[in-house]
């Protein structure tokens, strides 16, 4: 399924008003954007921005989702 660039905006605006409400993360938000949008994630991922992308790995390195991008021992 392809966006017009009306859908795609319309998409990442909800996702924000997801995550400006408090209640979700980034990760959820998005979740819960496809699941109204009826898309799936790995269609979604295309149209991310980089700022978006780049909080959602930061979303997941705090949650041990992913390995931390550090070349520090552990103390």
Known sequence: MLFSKEIQ???I???EEFVLSGDYGY???I???CEEYDIEPTI????LS???IEKI???GI??????QKSSELPV
């Open 9 to 11: 905006n319309e998409f």
């Open 13 to 15: 605006r909800r996702i």
């Open 27 to 29: 990760i959820d938000s």
């Open 31 to 33: 979740l819960l954007a």
């Open 44 to 47: 979604a991922a295309k149209y």
């Open 50 to 52: 980089k700022p978006m």
């Open 57 to 59: 790995e930061q979303e």
């Open 62 to 67: 705090k949650f041990n989702m992913l390995p």
